[in-house]
């Protein structure tokens, strides 16, 4: 089985688009404000969004089953405020839920949090429930940016984050750490900001101890770690500064990358620095990435490519990041799996 | 000849912080601020800063010269305005002169800007000049955001950066892209904010256009790049949604990579990704990592050792990275070089 850890629905019926401009308009006008009842998006439109678009692709390229959330750039926490957010966060999820409904052998969701600037992490526990116990979300998404780009809030080590990780460890489910679009007009989007916060992510990782605080928490760098992989000396090397233990203690019983990296040479950089029992699939198709590359004549964010033809890879590692990883890491996704005699 | 075209002044004697100190400690308190002839360095004082560390390392390492710049995490250009950024350069400048005069085998200098947040990057000119014609600079680091991690300035490709440009054209002397110390608590000095820096320039650069309007221009990206090259799929696929050119075309004929990554795979995957005519020998030495790497019992940022041991470079190559490169993109160095009889 191949189980694609990172995809976004990226490509949901324009009607929710509609919706999410009608509800930023109405910021600081209440009367304006749509109701989230009054999204209507049929089964079919949704059938058909995702049949042209990711489900024919992942038959393309051979993946299985994508773990799905909400397109992450529409995120948005810095829009507007706690309201705002949570609105937007259950009609989002809401959408996920559906596709795996009606795709089950293909799609399970991954939840985005109603995070905003400023406001307790903890506001998030109710969509973060209501995600699990009644959307069967297998992860969510937590963003350590919410102000999108301005990085006004704490280090993932902090405190304030607690009462997240407490739930995801209780529910034994990981959160991948993904910001969504920057409004600083020095961080392009998918070019920058994703990758910086990737970057910054592993850092306050190795700084802090907070593995030692969850020892059960699992968190999934996505984007191939950043720089973090490329930089793995650097990062060996500052954690020895600061007194802490190996990586492979400090962080690597807890965190996990994506293979999300756009071509050969980063894929097997990956997979040569990161122990294969910490690297999962992932293409973040359809995504930020779009495009044919010239010189390969595929697909730069079929990333599946890159894993078959890594030449350092046994049969055994492949099918660890390609499937058992992701049966360890997303717990709940296994016993999904299992009730369907997969 | 082997030309390290990124070490910082990391260990200057002690009355240069002492002085630093006093000044900060003066800021909305003028009557109390020291002046610049106040500060007292004997010039034993720095050859010995100099003998028992960079050059201590560089004779054991193998390396020759060094283009030596003030220390990066002290630049802080978030502190204080304009008068105090420009006082702490031109004393920071003057230290790096001053070992290049000392050590004019094995050192010349960088120089540092008076940047500040918010103000007027032409202002930095007079000490551009001052450096460039007084002092020897064969180089400036220009640092992308003067507010130390709140990114408060425009892109790299913004019009107000251009008389900077217009100068170092004028004067055929590169830029090392670099940022100094981070003053948000999110971002890590040398784990995360100067490699974010690094990612987030490479972008700001394919989202733009600057070398049509700067054809001469040249930009160091230090730290190998930050992620880009890791992610040079994602880099190339991005410029191909933005409809730019070739990354071959629209980036690499101005912009070069130095080689501060600190293990062997990383610069494996350098060298494999970016064209050799882009890559200069740097080791940052003595600076962020300043330990020895338990996996092979060397320093981490002995980078002459990676690239010697990289398979792929032919002897050609070598050359290119360890001194010819330089001598093309610093025309500076290669004259006072060449006036040396080297």
């Known amino acids: 089985m191949i189980i ?24 600081g006008n209440p009367s304006a404000m749509p109701r989230t ?20 692709l992942m038959r393309e390229r051979g993946a299985d089953l994508t773990i799905f959330s909400p397109r992450a750039s529409f995120m948005a926490h ?71 780009g301005h990085w006004t809030s704490p280090p993932l080590t902090d405190r304030s984050w607690y009462p997240i990780y407490e739930k995801l460890v209780e529910y034994d489910i990981p959160a991948m750490v993904h910001v969504s679009t920057s409004c600083n007009a020095c961080f392009h989007t998918t070019g920058a900001h994703y990758i910086n916060a990737d970057t ?26 950043g720089a973090a992989p490329y930089h793995w000396g650097r990062y060996r090397g500052l954690a020895q500064e600061l007194g802490k233990p190996l990586l492979a203690e400090h962080l690597l019983r807890n965190v996990y990358f994506d293979t999300c990296v756009y071509h050969q040479p980063g894929i097997d950089l990956l997979t040569e620095v990161i122990p294969v029992d910490n ?50 890491v997303f717990p709940r996704l296994d016993a999904a799996l299992k009730q369907q005699g997969r």
Request: proline letters at 7%; a negative charge; charged letters at 20%.
């Open 200 to 225: 910054t992510a592993v850092m306050q990782l190795i700084q802090g101890d907070l593995f030692r605080d969850f020892p059960q928490l699992r968190l999934i760098i996505p984007h191939g770690g």
């Open 279 to 328: 690297i999962l699939f992932a293409s973040e198709m359809i995504g930020a990435v779009r495009g044919i590359d010239p010189e390969t004549g595929h697909y730069y964010d079929d990333t599946l490519r890159y894993i078959q033809a890594s030449a350092s890879l046994t049969a055994q590692d492949r099918q660890k990041i390609l499937e058992g990883n992701a049966r360890r």
């Open 78 to 148: 810095h829009i507007g405020d706690f309201e705002v957010s949570s609105a937007w966060s259950a009609l989002c999820n809401d959408m996920c839920h559906r596709v795996s409904q009606l795709f089950p052998q293909h799609f399970i969701p991954a939840a985005m949090l109603p995070q905003s600037p400023g406001v307790d992490p903890a506001t998030c526990i109710p969509e973060l429930v209501r995600s699990v116990e009644q959307l069967g979300a297998v992860a969510v998404n937590l963003n350590p940016d919410p102000s999108g």
């Open 4 to 27: 694609d850890c990172h995809g976004h629905y990226t490509t949901a019926p324009p009607a929710l688009e509609a919706w999410r401009k009608r509800q930023v308009a109405a910021i």
């Open 37 to 56: 009842s009054e999204l209507k998006i049929s089964d079919d439109e949704i059938r058909e969004s995702i049949e042209r678009n990711q489900l024919r």
